[in-house]
């Protein structure tokens, strides 16, 4: 029989729920979070299986497998997710419910809401959701309903914050701000500038996709090949959609860049690249510039919230006008400069600073902290 002392912390140990569309993300952004809320309670996560379940149930999180397009919009199958929201809710009672992205927000918001389960939900950018106006306002009003009751909206930069309470879908006085995700920066350790002996590398990491800028970074790197030759390499990591595949095999062919495939562990290619360039649409946070910085390497993004946060123009990088090939262009060969040892002292200094700002602003460990204050608090 269990002792007075052990019922009074069975009853103080909380039970969450995250909702989230995406497995294998939660694993790499937050599961420091994760992991800091297992130390109060247990954690429940509903998602589609994509990688890491057997890692998150090591950990000790109940793990459950759902269906969830993630960007479709069909009434019938997201009426079907709010259904199984509902239940699910219903059988396990969480004393708190945390979600992430759109759908888990807005659907997950409306089961929280029916259920009168606190909730919290995480907007991690406003995607193309928001780019264009006739659906922007469809998203917003379902935006609204859907955080009429919500604990805590957190943002990864203000100007999206800003953007949800002009249109007045949340109040001021529920939104929180916090540096995205935050950076591991024991995990993403700073490394020395490699040497540039035969060649610098320009990095792109991430989904081949046109909204983080591939028509612009590929017109720019055909540019920059014609006048750097072999000076200048363009290395690619990630997964294309199906649209540039022929591109990306025709580019490979060409020389123009050079093709790694998905990574599961983007660290060795931060390090051996000179810098990192992402010139995104639009953006929440971006992880790829907090790890690069973190890993000391100076990185060339657009000037759109989510990225401008991440560098100091002109110190620990170089801020692009969005959709702009030309302006990306320049500011790829201002940071290969030239050649003597004044210019390699530079571009290995602007990494140490990118390095030094990821310590000030964006250490993980205060980040989860300060998510959990306002999770819990």
């Not at 540096?179 to 990491?205: Q, T």
């Not at 620990?316 to 302006?327: A, F, H, P, Q, T």
Request: hydrophobic fraction near 35%.
């Amino acid at each position: 029989m269990k002792s007075d002392t052990c019922r009074e912390d069975d009853r103080k140990r909380k039970k969450y729920m995250i909702l989230t569309n995406h497995s294998y993300m939660l694993w790499q952004f937050r599961r420091e979070l994760i992991q800091d809320l297992l130390q109060k309670g247990s954690v429940i996560l509903v998602m589609p299986f994509v990688g890491h379940e057997d890692d998150f149930r090591e950990l000790g999180c109940k793990c459950i497998n759902i269906r969830l397009d993630r960007r479709g919009m069909n009434p019938k199958t997201d009426m079907a997710l709010f259904k199984m929201y509902l239940r699910l809710l219903k059988h396990e009672h969480p004393d708190m419910v945390i979600t992430y992205s759109i759908k888990p927000n807005i659907y997950g918001g409306f089961a929280c809401e029916r259920l009168g389960i606190p909730y919290c939900c995480n907007v991690q950018g406003l995607g193309t959701a928001f780019q264009k106006k006739g659906l922007a306002q469809v998203v917003g009003l379902m935006y609204m309903a859907a955080l009429k009751k919500a604990k805590t909206v957190f943002f990864e930069n203000k100007s999206n914050a800003e953007e949800f309470i002009h249109r007045g879908i949340v109040g001021n006085e529920r939104v929180k701000v916090l540096n995205g995700a935050g950076v591991n920066l024991e995990y993403f350790a700073y490394k020395e500038y490699p040497s540039e002996e035969n060649s610098i590398h320009i990095l792109y990491l991430g989904r081949i996709m046109r909204e983080k800028g591939m028509d612009e970074l590929f017109q720019a790197a055909k540019q920059i090949k014609k006048k750097y030759g072999d000076r200048f390499i363009l290395d690619l990591v990630g997964f294309f959609e199906d649209e540039y595949k022929d591109t990306v095999e025709m580019l490979v062919k060409e020389g123009i860049i050079v093709f790694h495939g998905f990574q599961e562990d983007p660290r060795p290619y931060y390090e051996k690249a000179h810098c990192v360039v992402l010139p995104s649409y639009h953006e929440g946070m971006s992880n790829v510039l907090l790890e690069a910085a973190a890993t000391g390497r100076c990185v060339i993004t657009s000037d759109i919230p989510g990225c401008r946060e991440a560098v100091e123009d002109g110190v620990s990088g170089y801020l692009v006008k969005v959709r702009d090939s030309e302006d990306l262009a320049d500011k790829i060969e201002l940071f290969l400069g030239g050649d003597g040892p004044d210019s390699v002292e530079k571009r290995c200094s602007m990494g140490w600073c990118g390095r030094i700002r990821m310590q000030k602003r964006f250490d993980k460990k205060r980040v989860v902290a300060e998510s959990v204050r306002w999770i819990d608090g």
